[in-house]
């Protein structure tokens, strides 16, 4: 199986030069749209065992990477099966595109979400942005949510990190708490104004206040609420 040969008649020179311009990785970027990847990681399932697939993907290109984070989403397999992919596939991951993809895919997370708060736990005492960042990632994708809001509260106070991708991550997660709890979160936010990073908490801020699921009084209130 010659996945890399598969891939070319979907490149796309001009986003490849948009993709080069937003995601800085050492993988060559061939120029494909994630949803053709999608696509493409379905139809491999169809024919193939997800571990045949895996074992003919190189990393040659961000796409085959990416291709990869796609199969070990998309694999109909059992949850103590798909750990060990995850712990082997995140050091590969070297940019934000390729982080939050994974994290979207992995749709498996929501029936075992106490497990793999275990899981993730480690991740978040990482020294590496990107492992921190797929960290927080998997909180806004999957547990912004009454029974784990606490606890995701606790961890967007308690990481202190310089790496831009993680202090991202962390202000995203509250914008997208407040277009869902707002209350709960400007009050988190406020109690604990001193203890954040001002840049990660006017960055929640400002992501609060371009969300569309939020009033013009509840974007004043946000106003109101940055750190000058």
Not at 129 to 150: H, M, T
Not at 158 to 177: H, N, P, Q, R, T
Request: charged content about 30%; some cysteine; glycine content about 2%.
């Amino acid at each position: 199986m010659d996945i890399s040969s598969l891939l070319i008649p979907y490149i796309d020179l001009k986003y490849r030069d948009f993709q080069s311009k937003i995601c800085k990785t050492k993988y060559p970027i061939l120029g494909i749209k994630i949803p053709i990847l999608r696509k493409i990681a379905q139809d491999l399932l169809k024919q193939y065992n997800y571990q045949t697939i895996l074992n003919n993907l190189k990393d040659n290109s961000f796409e085959e990477v990416m291709l990869a984070g796609l199969i070990i989403g998309k694999a109909k397999i059992s949850y103590e099966e798909v750990l060990p992919l995850i712990k082997n596939y995140l050091p590969k991951i070297d940019n934000w595109a390729l982080n939050d993809i994974f994290c979207s895919s992995l749709k498996i997370v929501k029936d075992h979400k106490q497990e793999f708060w275990e899981f993730l736990t480690p991740y978040f005492k990482s020294s590496k942005e990107y492992e921190l960042r797929f960290a927080f990632v998997i909180l806004l994708n999957y547990y912004l949510e009454e029974e784990y809001l606490d606890r995701v509260f606790e961890k967007c106070l308690e990481i202190k990190s310089d790496y831009y991708y993680v202090k991202m991550a962390i202000s995203w997660c509250l914008s997208i708490s407040l277009g869902k709890y707002f209350s709960k979160t400007t009050d988190f936010m406020i109690q604990n104004k001193d203890n954040f990073d001002p840049w990660t908490y006017n960055k929640a801020l400002q992501k609060g206040r371009e969300s569309l699921k939020l009033s013009k009084k509840e974007k004043d209130t946000l106003q109101k609420m940055k750190i000058k």
